[in-house]
């Protein structure tokens, strides 16, 4: 019987996420999952692709989303009032425009002394009308593209024996930063075949594979990269056809609810792996 075995969620795009036992599902995926972005004076987006320090950001959500404390080793942590209406200012992510709520000089100029460069924070606004692609339509934060990213320990397990075996280190579930992680299935890239599922009071609809960047050479803990792995060996057995390779999968939110770790995972319908 697979069974939820982690929850995480980022609440900033590219920083470190939070670890819990139960959370509540939104349209967008996981509360507070990617609600904030960092951003560059202009509006571009930054991510650990170019800036890995993005990894020490350590959010933690208080008082039900009205506060955001920002801690990092090596610097004074800093508590501060989230923005939540007020004018938005443009913000770009992979080329798109969007918008964002900017949350003030505290944030910004904290972020910009971690990360080495002029940072901005903004907020998903109220509005926000994302609609993310694939298979299921939905929509999500400021998340790369669904709102919920599942990936099974048996997947880690089977590339990280590959990776042992060819010299390299194993790697922990944290370089890929899922919000889902499921155990309990035979094998790997179970997943990949999943087209509707249960989860708790949740219920989600396949979107896509999903494609795995330079991220995943970053370490989770330093802030640097490790590469070339696991790029390396994911290349050598799950390259996709719409390019890239593949380690994961994606999904839209097709009914709200409560997650728990240890909840029961349960197959609705099954299709074929795109890879």
Known sequence: MARVLELNYFPIKGCAGVSAADVSVTPA???FDRSFMVVSPEGVFRSQRRDPRLALVRP????????????????E????????????????????????????EVAAAWLSAVVGDPCRLVRVPADHDRVTDGLTPGTSG???SSAVHLLSAASLAGLNERMVAAGAVALPMARFRPNIVVDGWDGPHVEDG??????????????????????????????VKRGPEPLRSLAKYRRAAQG?????????????????????????EWGVSEL
């Open 29 to 31: 995926g996981l509360a």
């Open 60 to 75: 933690s959500v208080l008082g039900g989303g009205e506060v955001l404390r920002l801690a990092a080793e090596g610097f």
């Open 77 to 104: 942590p800093v508590e501060f009032e989230v923005a939540a209406t007020g004018q938005g200012r443009p913000v770009e992510m992979f080329g798109d425009p969007y918008r964002g709520i900017d949350q003030g």
């Open 142 to 144: 400021f998340a790369d």
């Open 194 to 223: 999943l087209r509707r599922l249960r989860v708790g009071d949740v219920e989600l609809g396949y979107t896509k594979l999903a494609i795995r960047c330079a991220v995943t050479t970053v370490d989770q803990e330093s802030g």
């Open 244 to 268: 890239g390779v593949a380690f994961g999968v994606k999904f839209a939110v097709t009914r709200v609810g409560k997650v728990s770790v240890g909840d029961e995972v349960s197959v609705l």
